[in-house]
């Protein structure tokens, strides 16, 4: 059964730094691209990052680059994002998300359980 | 950036009746080298993650029962539950993964009329 295990939410200060993790099990880690997609209170999904399954090649949402950076684990089947310079407009509740195709370009078939972080003074 | 839309924004359907919803890509989703099409549907419900319903258009996800069906090509797809559930009741979204950014449809709400 595949599971993704979302840690790290919480409250944080606008300027501030966070780092989300997510543990994956069930499946083959290292052979899938792995994403962050959040979704602020009341309303839709925006796509945020995408890992590839080795690490070396990432994407980024314009709302977040140069400020998130989206790294895996593939010894420790996690990944992880780090968001720094958190901004109020970044409030959301953050997904881990497992890519459905081997490669970059793919639909997102199982996801972790979502993680709030709330970024108010 | 490739922009998603759908329609209608809501609806609400009796038990047991169709209920379709409509999307549109700004651009063609369809990758020519492998003739696939780069399009799911999600549906969430109320506090749980979204789960995967359809990709390539038209393929159903694990587990996803046959009353959730896709279709459509090019720039304009359709979900359709043919006979409607009382657990169908949740936010669908289309979301094209042809090219990052990655985007998604606004949602559209289904509910029992």
């Known amino acids: 059964e595949v599971q993704l295990l979302q840690s790290g939410g919480g409250l944080v200060q606008p300027g501030g730094s966070l780092r989300l993790s997510c543990v994956a099990s069930g499946f083959t880690f290292r052979d899938y691209a792995m994403s962050w997609v959040r979704q602020a209170p009341g309303k839709g999904l925006e796509w945020v990052s995408t890992?590839?399954?080795?690490?070396?090649?990432?994407h980024y949402a314009d709302s977040v680059k140069g400020r998130f950076i989206i790294s895996r684990d593939n010894s420790k089947n996690t990944l992880y994002l780090r968001m720094n310079s958190l901004r109020v407009e970044d409030t959301a509740v953050y997904y881990c998300a497992k890519s459905g195709l081997t490669g970059d370009l793919s639909d997102f078939d199982y996801w972790g359980q979502g993680t709030l972080v709330p970024v108010s003074s | 950036d490739i922009v998603m839309t759908q329609f209608p924004d809501s609806l609400a359907v009796s038990l047991g009746e169709r209920a379709t919803i409509n999307c549109k890509s700004s651009q063609s989703v369809l990758y020519s080298t492998n003739n696939k099409i780069y399009l799911a549907w999600y549906q969430q419900k109320p506090g749980q993650p979204p789960r995967l319903l359809i990709h390539g258009a038209s393929t159903r996800g694990y587990g996803v029962p046959d009353r959730f069906s896709g279709s459509g090509s090019g720039t304009d797809f359709t979900l359709t539950i043919s006979s409607l559930q009382a657990e169908d009741v949740a936010v669908y979204y289309c979301q094209q993964y042809y090219t990052t950014p990655f985007t998604f449809g606004p949602g559209t709400t289904v509910d029992i009329k």
């Open positions: 890992i590839s399954s080795g690490g070396s090649d990432t």
